[in-house]
């Protein structure tokens, strides 16, 4: 069975997110999107737990549906955790045992995506997180706890589990990260590294990026939307063709075979807030190259840059760009339908035309990927104004335009150029 499926989000317990982060409005939007398989999230939290338990009943083996819904989304029970440590590496097998150089207690920050296969595993987890830390206070808990620990409890619990490091690149929070990252699987996870299976891209990498590094051909490599609002869930997807259950799902991410894992769904990278290197508050926004030449240094106020993901691909990197490994699981990069149809009217996301529009493209084609993905190009000038429907090609052929997001900016992207739109409509009607 062919389906999408985005793994990770959070629910409205979580800081900085919508009150629609509820079972019932997240059903909604994954019909809306075209997703079958949702993640949770935040099983970890009390409060949402105890809805996932009262709300959900058991579908296919480790999934799960809402009681009183039309039975068309499946749920599986994911969290995301922060763990903030302490650690200083170990010297290398074989080497002599001399840390001078290397840094002292140096603080360590990674968000870690567990997935488990029963309300009776999330139970025996919360129960001994619970011990750790402060489980009410967020959505996504911050612990003590190191990140080899941490897999160390889960996959105690039980091996059905699964872990894996979240948004692999970006400067904070993250295994590869900049700012309080390793430089390698092994530095993290140690001896418990073969139990780490897949690691996700987040929205300022993709999977080319990371197939430079040797953890980015080793790991399986998903795509998540990491959604705080209904309406941004799929933003990163990825789509299978196995059976349903959370068995198969696994064991598609953990084999990492192209015939049952086929692709995932991606952002422009550039699109992403950790893209380039630069300051937010400067305004300074630079590539790899240009930050050396400042020596990682802000030209404006003089303190150190927050280098982006490219910048730290590059430094962790031990193959060209565009090199791509045997047997990759391949991806697309796409663009949500409603910013898409933004631009193609020159509105912002929120406007009336923008909603009127999406609802009349999902109306004729079922959900927002069998737009983005599948529906022809006669078949959409046929359903929408032609200057969308131009939109919608460019982006799966990757003809847009992008200013890079960097320092927790969002990149900028344009599929047209000035004025372009009312020439195509024009052309539409003159047709």
Not at 31 to 58: A, R
Not at 207 to 220: N, Y
Request: hydrophobic fraction near 35%; charged fraction near 25%; proline fraction near 5%.
């Amino acid at each position: 069975m062919k389906f999408i499926a985005d793994f990770h989000i959070h629910s409205k317990y979580s800081r900085a997110t919508s009150q629609d982060m509820n079972l019932e409005s997240l059903d909604k939007w994954a019909k809306l999107k075209g997703i079958k398989v949702l993640g949770t999230g935040d099983f970890t939290h009390p409060e949402w737990f105890k809805s996932l338990k009262e709300k959900l009943t058991p579908a296919e083996l480790g999934l799960f549906k809402i009681k009183n819904g039309d039975n068309s989304t499946r749920f599986i029970l994911t969290s995301e955790i922060s763990c903030i440590y302490s650690k200083t590496l170990a010297a290398a097998k074989g080497e002599k045992e001399d840390l001078s150089s290397l840094p002292k207690n140096r603080v360590r920050k990674i968000h870690i995506i567990v997935f488990a296969p029963s309300f009776e595993v999330v139970e025996k987890i919360n129960a001994h997180l619970g011990w750790i830390g402060n489980l009410k206070s967020d959505g996504r808990p911050i612990l003590g706890v190191d990140a080899k620990e941490l897999a160390k409890i889960v996959l105690g619990i039980s091996n059905e589990c699964l872990v894996v490091p979240a948004h692999l690149m970006t400067p904070w929070f993250s295994l590869f990260g900049s700012r309080s990252g390793f430089n390698s699987l092994e530095e993290c996870f140690d001896e418990l590294s073969k139990y780490i299976f897949a690691g996700e891209t987040g929205l300022s990498a993709s999977p080319e990026m990371l197939w430079r590094m040797p953890d980015g051909r080793r790991l399986t490599l998903i795509s998540n939307s990491d959604s705080h609002s209904p309406q941004k869930i799929g933003r990163e997807a990825n789509v299978f063709d196995i059976e349903l259950s959370y068995g198969a799902i696994v064991q598609a991410i953990k084999e990492k075979n192209p015939q049952k894992f086929l692709y995932t769904i991606e952002f422009f990278p550039q699109e992403g807030k950790y893209h380039y290197d630069g300051h937010r508050n400067c305004g300074i926004s630079l590539s790899p190259q240009e930050s050396k030449k400042y020596n990682n240094i802000c030209p404006v106020c003089g303190r150190p840059l927050t280098i982006g993901v490219l910048n730290r691909v590059e430094e962790l990197a031990d193959r060209p760009a565009g090199f791509k490994p045997e047997n990759a699981v391949p991806f697309k990069s796409l663009v949500p339908l409603a910013e898409i149809i933004a631009e193609s009217l020159g509105v912002g996301t929120i406007s009336r035309q923008v909603g009127e529009e999406y609802k009349n493209l999902i109306k004729k084609f079922g959900n927002e990927f069998e737009v983005l993905l599948e529906a022809g190009e006669q078949e959409l000038k046929s359903a929408t104004l032609p200057e969308i429907a131009e939109g919608i090609v460019r982006v799966r052929e990757g003809k847009v335009f992008i200013e890079p997001g960097y320092d927790g900016v969002y990149g900028k992207i344009r599929i047209f150029s000035q004025g372009e739109q009312k020439k195509l409509s024009k052309q539409g009607i003159l047709v």
